[in-house]
């Protein structure tokens, strides 16, 4: 069960970049504060190909993989972007929660794209596991600002459509263990979205890049759990299917709520506790047939 240990070390590294670039929007902007996981990733990702290549050959991709990458780096670039236009709008713990509807989405387009396993077992606990989500927003669905709401859920979405094109290209590298197969697309996606973010950057927001050199500890320190995080998810896709993972994921919407708390001082109501403990069940459930 290396990709339950995997996804899990992923999803408390998110939780704390995004609460690092949450911080970094106020400063440097939306566009600034989303070039920042993969600009200032990058380097980390590239030292650890590397320090890997001493050790290891490594796979060479063919089209077909650099194709499957360079779609889940651009879904995850504009994925990232509306979860920071969503954090700007909601809690930190609700805007996180709205982005985590992404597991029934995904297991279906996993299913037609992949042809990834699913049965009415695994539907079961990622649909609890995603009502769960749902109820730990602690949204008034009658009266959310369902700007926010739209923009948080079509998060989630590209967020699962990047976790398809980092699945396939994983398994459509040549060969390889999938640690080597997880570092070396990490440092192609994140090659392929620094590259994008520096060149918008350096031609349509040059007050933005001024921003987050100016930042740049913070940048550093969110660039590399963003990178770190991203190499964990990246070891469990190549484990198992990536609605699997995303639904273990799902914890960080308790992480979520636990930091807004005591970071944010924002409360966490009783609908919210009921939520978070459909989400513990969805995922034990899912655990218990996978």
Known sequence: MIWVAATLIA??????????????????GTIGATAVRFVFGFPFAAFALAIAAAWVPIPLPGALVLGWAALGALAQIGATALMLVTMRGQSFGVATALMKTEPVT???????????????????????AT????????????????????????????????????????????????????????????????????????????????????????????????????LFWFIGFALTPAADVRTLALVEVVMAQTLSGRLFRQTVRPLQLAGMALILAGVGWLLAVA
């Open 11 to 28: 999803a408390t590294a998110q939780t704390a970049r995004n609460a690092a670039q949450a911080g970094l929007t106020r400063q440097v």
């Open 131 to 230: 009502l769960g989500v749902v109820l730990a927003s602690g949204a008034a669905w009658g009266r959310a600002p369902w700007g926010a709401v739209a923009t948080g859920v079509m998060s989630g979405a590209l967020f699962g459509l990047s976790a398809i094109g980092f699945r396939g290209a994983l398994l459509g590298l040549p060969d390889g263990g999938y640690v080597i197969r997880a570092i070396t697309v990490l440092a192609i996606t994140l090659g392929i979205q620094a590259a994008l973010m520096i060149t918008w950057l350096v031609l349509r927001d040059r007050r933005a890049l001024k921003g987050v050199l100016a930042e740049w500890r913070v940048s550093l320190g969110a660039g590399f759990l963003g990178a770190f995080a991203s």
């Open 106 to 128: 995904l297991a279906l387009i996993g299913a037609v794209v992949l042809a990834e396993p699913l049965g009415p077992a695994r539907m079961g606990a990622i649909a609890v």
